[in-house]
């Protein structure tokens, strides 16, 4: 059974840094792109970033590049998610996913990232 | 970017037919392949995927769920309605990725 299970979201202050990280298991992990996907309080859902099967290459929604971090350990089965600079519309449940080819197929319970003072 | 247009609700009585559209802003269809695909989200729980590639019924999923549509106008039909599928349902495209994007998501209320 495919599971992605979240962890590491909180309260933080604005301008402050936190690091997520997504426990995946029931699946090769190193075959598959992952992705974080993420959902403010009463909004829809917005992709953040892409990484690839082997981390050899990452894509980012253009209002997290250069703040966001996509990483992976393969060796771990684990996905991270660093997010340095966070704002208060980075306020939102981040959701670790499955990314298969073209599609999100297995999603995690998700976590809560609140930002503010 | 391709942007995505759900309208925000639809009210169904149970054992009725639902139809949620979604319309994108330019065509996300490739040949034979139709990059639209469909996810279920109830309260308080992850999103769930229900279709892939517009017609393609995920994995686990009841045969209610179909899919339809190409270039820019895609259906999802739920026949019929149970009460388990009170839910919101969000659209998702794969034509032009990064970034993938998501309609804003169709709330499925009962009448």
């Known amino acids: 059974e495919v599971q992605l299970v979240e962890s590491g979201g909180g309260l933080v202050q604005p301008g402050r840094s936190m690091k997520l990280s997504c426990a995946a298991s029931?699946?090769?992990?190193?075959?598959?792109?992952m992705a974080w996907v993420c959902q403010a309080p009463k909004k829809g859902l917005e992709w953040v970033a892409t990484i690839s099967y082997d981390g050899s290459s990452t894509y980012y929604r253009d209002s997290v590049k250069g703040r966001f971090t996509i990483s992976r350990d393969n060796a771990k089965s684990t996905l991270y998610l660093q997010m340095d600079s966070l704002r208060s519309e980075d306020t939102a449940t981040y959701y670790c996913?499955?990314?298969?080819?073209?599609?999100?197929?297995?999603w995690g319970q998700g976590v809560m990232v609140t930002v503010s003072s | 970017d391709i942007v995505l247009t759900q309208s925000p609700a639809l009210a169904v009585s149970l054992g009725q037919r639902a139809t949620i559209s979604c319309r994108a802003s330019q065509s996300v269809s490739i040949s034979r392949y139709n990059l639209m695909h469909w996810y279920q989200q109830k309260p308080g729980q992850q999103p769930k995927l229900l279709i892939y590639?517009?017609?393609n019924l995920a994995s686990g999923i009841p045969a209610r769920f179909s899919g339809s549509g190409s270039g820019t106008d895609f259906t999802l039909t739920i026949n019929p309605v149970q009460a388990d599928d009170i839910a919101t349902y969000y659209c998702q495209q794969s034509r032009e990725s990064p970034p993938w994007t998501f309609g804003g998501g169709t709330k499925l209320e009962l009448k």
């Open positions: 029931g699946f090769t992990f190193n075959n598959y792109d």
């Open positions: 996913a499955r990314n298969k080819l073209s599609f999100f197929d297995y």
């Open positions: 590639r517009a017609s």
